[in-house]
């Protein structure tokens, strides 16, 4: 009997004989390459003193020699903390704070679907918003300089003779400054300078992050719409061009075209017209509902995708002139409006029709700017390489020479001119106020109706965390404006308190601004309640918690000290998902509170300690307690704040502290204010994706790690996004301590909710998140998929050993928030990822010698 024929034996997978790499991407509070390669001895790849990317001295060759890297990649670490960090002076950027808050509302509408209209009108109002903020801290500036010093102080005998720097503009000295009108000439260079401070601070920041063109050939017709060349010609290659034959981060395969090319017949997204695009923002071309957001291999790629969307160079520099423009109108309109004034009550030697005709072109101008902010968002689709010359040289130029007329026409002797009292400018603050509060209710009237179309559970606020964060902008804004009013004011009254009539040299600020401080401690008393029920809820968390930590780490014998610690430290890192309803509180407070202020400035013009004369010796005493503990606060609050900023950025460790919330800040682009600090993700994320799509193009059966820790995995998953859609098969993440959807998802639905995060995991080959219950900033990115797609691992255990064991003698510590690759389950997920991407390069015969770890990116 023949033996029976073998069945065919499976064929082998075929073995990878390409070298790998994990590029790893460090975290807040940054890392230098030594601590994250863990050897002193390194190279610099590619990059600059700024952001690179560097190697171990031993692996700058690696790719020569695949079979030394069979068990662990050749590892790879891009520092960026050169982006966000710095001397000393860097912390004068805490000063643009509020503009930051406001600019980060604009990226947390919520997701929108077909919805378009909503969206541009979302956009709209935000930057209404941020323009109310540059008009407010101008005229702070024109209060400080232009009212209490050259109006107040000047005109009062008393106040000049205690500060005899001003006795030249004093008018008991009869000299050719004496005059209201040529004082207040005089101190508009104050205002005047800030705003070009401003300027020029946007200018150089715009032209070192907006204007640094990515690694691509994807951008729009470099033609200026408004007859300006933005430098660049159609076909010119970019400071950062590739070679000839060498691929960009977002260059489609061989065969297929962009995801976003546009058609042959396809509208130009700048142009102008009844049936132009909405160009106002991410949303607009909302993803299909079959994706949910998706950004699969041939599929609409999601909004951080987008070619253009870093690269916001034509929006700064409209918003730039624009909010230039509106400070110079807003110290033009100060200087023209106290002489205006004057020459309609008295018969002076001024013709009225000149007063009239500045304050005119200055309304006019106004108008114009008003215009320019609300015109036009931005555009992602395309990288627009175009610049709008006319309107940026114009705007601003037109806005300064009114200010030079309102110059002229106030130094117009008027021999009859006395200053008294207040310059008026109350009605400033408060219609700035109002205008602020009904912007707010408008944003969250669109906010809820976005969220309503397209809920999301995890979303903050039910979709009100724009409206609310916009919110903060303008309290800040206030604290800022009143702080530094305030404090000039008792400074230059001596022993007075200004606005009290009793003993004050001056009248002082804006009985707003007094109204304003005085319901600071009224808010910090309703803060009370929320905090304290966050203390007890707290702590019997971390009691409900104490049997389940010992009964993860049985048999060991349990501990009371450690079991309180371990659950006590769990308890507090879940406050972070309990910081939406405290802001929300605070916010609404805040609008509650200065809407109240607003009502009481109006109705009784007086300060609080005064409009409380007659009510009672008990309202009196709270209401003079209240104005004057606020004044005190706001004042101190400011100066902690700025302190507190310049310890930040010269202490490692207060730096770490606060650096979560200020990397967040300015992770986003510029899209609604022009003046907050710039965004680093702009420099950061095309340095990623230039970097893997270069590799993965010379090294074409190499597998790619990405590996990214906390504030570093975002900017790995938005590197990944700006990839070809043929190179992110050929990728593997690895996120841990990663804050992308309990921060970025809740906070910014439309960019890292469920749909987008789900498109992340769908395009790349293989994705790995490590997290920890004691971790305050990272957790689980939870991808909405059935069935799980096994991308979360965790909790991991934290501390690894309870107590003592034979192999780990000492005690262990709790990590947290940093350290993740001390943990196995890190070395683990790294090499499941490196196994997915390919078979591993076969053993050779000699050995090679054992190395640690790949790498360190923690921050």
């Known amino acids: 009997m023949a033996p029976a024929t073998p069945p065919p034996s499976a064929p082998e997978p075929p073995q990878h004989t390409g070298t790998s790499l994990e590029l790893l991407v460090h975290g807040v509070g940054g890392a230098t390459p030594q601590e994250m390669l863990g050897d002193p001895r390194i190279v610099r790849v590619t990059g600059d ?45 805490l000063l643009l704070l509020p503009f930051m808050v406001v ?78 009108g040529r004082r207040l000439a005089l101190a508009a260079v104050v205002p005047a300078a800030l705003v070009g401070l401003l300027w020029y601070l946007s200018n150089r920041t715009w032209s070192a992050y907006e204007s640094q063109r990515p690694l691509d050939g994807q951008d729009a017709d470099a033609d200026d719409a408004f007859g300006a060349a933005a430098g660049h010609g159609p076909n010119a290659p970019g400071p950062n061009a590739p070679g000839p034959n060498a691929p960009g981060p977002n260059a489609p395969g061989p065969n297929a075209p962009g995801p976003n090319a546009p058609g042959p017949n396809a509208p130009d997204l700048d142009a102008p017209g009844p049936n132009a695009p909405d160009l106002d923002a ?17 599929s609409v790629s999601p909004a951080l995708g987008r070619p253009g969307f870093w690269y916001g160079r034509r929006l700064v520099a409209r918003l730039r002139a624009a909010h230039t423009a509106a400070g110079f109108l807003t110290v033009a309109a100060a200087v023209a409006g106290a002489a205006a004034r004057y020459d309609r009550g008295a018969e002076g030697p001024v013709p009225r029709f000149i007063g009239a005709a500045v304050e005119g072109g200055i309304v006019v101008g106004a108008l114009v700017v008003v215009g320019v902010v609300c015109r036009r968002g931005r555009s992602e689709q395309t990288r627009d390489t175009r610049l709008d010359g006319a309107l940026i040289s114009w705007l601003p130029g037109s806005a300064l020479a009114l200010l030079a007329l309102a110059v002229l026409y106030a130094s117009w002797s008027r021999p009859d001119w006395q200053s008294s009292g207040t310059l008026p400018g109350e009605a400033t603050f408060r219609l700035l106020a109002v205008g602020q509060g009904i912007l707010v209710i408008a944003l969250a009237v669109v906010a809820r109706g976005l969220y309503r179309r397209t809920p999301e559970p995890r979303t903050v606020l039910h979709g009100l965390g724009g409206p609310v964060v916009a919110m903060l ?41 007094s109204w304003q401080a005085s319901v600071i401690p009224l808010l910090l008393i309703l803060l009370l309640l929320p905090v304290l029920a966050l203390v007890v809820r707290t702590a019997r968390t971390a009691r409900r918690l104490g049997p389940v930590v010992e009964a993860e780490y049985a048999p060991e014998p349990p501990e009371a000290s450690r079991t309180r610690r371990i659950a006590r430290i769990r308890a507090t890192a879940a406050l972070t998902d309990s910081a939406p309803w405290i802001v929300g509180v605070v916010s609404a407070a805040t609008l509650l509170l200065g ?11 007086r300060v609080p300690g005064r409009a409380a004369d007659g009510s009672g010796p008990l309202l009196e005493s709270l209401a003079d ?43 986003w682009p510029r899209a609604a204010h022009p003046f907050a600090p710039p965004c680093y993700a702009e420099r950061a994320v095309p340095d990623l994706a230039s970097r893997m799509s270069a590799w993965t193009s010379t090294t074409p059966r190499g597998r790619l790690v990405i590996s990214g820790h906390s504030q570093g995995s975002v900017l790995a998953a938005s590197a990944v996004w700006q990839l070809p859609d043929a190179t992110r098969p050929r990728v593997a993440l690895l996120t841990y301590g990663s804050p992308l959807e309990r921060l970025y998802g809740r906070w910014f639905p439309a960019y890292f909710g469920p749909g987008p995060l789900l498109g992340l995991h769908r395009s790349v080959h293989c994705w790995r998140n490590l997290w920890r219950a004691t971790d305050p900033i990272g957790g689980p990115v939870r991808i909405a998929e059935d069935p799980d797609p096994g991308v979360d691992r965790g909790p991991l255990k934290d501390p690894l050993a309870y107590g003592r064991t034979p192999r780990l003698p000492l005690p262990e510590p709790i990590l947290g928030h940093s350290d993740y690759q001390a943990d196995p389950a890190f070395a683990d997920a790294r090499a499941d990822l490196l196994e997915e991407l390919g078979p591993r390069v076969p053993r050779q015969a000699e050995a090679r010698t054992q190395k640690g770890t790949s790498g360190r990116s923690s921050g």
């Open 282 to 298: 991410p949303g607009l071309d909302a993803p299909r509902p079959d994706t949910g957001g998706a950004c699969e291999a041939g």
């Open 595 to 605: 809407a109240g202020a607003i009502a009481g400035s109006w109705y009784s013009d």
């Open 103 to 180: 600019n980060l509302a604009h990226w947390m509408r919520p997701t929108a679907t077909g919805s378009s209209h909503a969206v541009r009108l979302y956009g709209v109002l935000v930057r209404l918003v941020a323009l109310s903020l540059t008009v407010l801290l101008t005229a702070a500036a024109c209060e400080v300089a232009l009212d209490l010093l050259a109006w107040q102080c000047a005109g009062a005998d008393a106040c000049a003779e205690r500060r005899s720097w001003l006795g030249f503009l004093a008018e008991r000295q009869g000299g050719w400054w004496s005059q209201p």
């Open 473 to 513: 902008a303008c309290a800040l804004g206030g604290v800022m404006t009143g702080g530094v009013a305030q404090r000039v004011a008792d400074w230059l009254d001596g022993p007075g308190t200004p606005g009290m009539g009793r003993g004050a040299g001056i009248a002082g600020p804006p009985v707003l601004l």
């Open 49 to 93: 003193e700024v952001a690179a990317v560097y190697r171990r001295t031993e692996d700058a060759d690696g790719e020569q020699r695949p079979e030394r890297y069979r068990d662990e990649p050749v590892a790879e670490a891009y520092c960026w903390s050169g982006l966000t960090s710095g001397n000393g002076s860097r912390a004068l950027w």
């Open 625 to 667: 307690a209240a104005q004057s503990t606020g004044s005190w606060l706001i004042g101190f609050g400011f100066i902690l704040f700025v302190a507190g900023g310049r310890r930040a950025y010269k202490d490692a460790s207060a730096r770490r502290t606060i650096g979560i919330l200020w990397d967040v800040g300015t992770f």
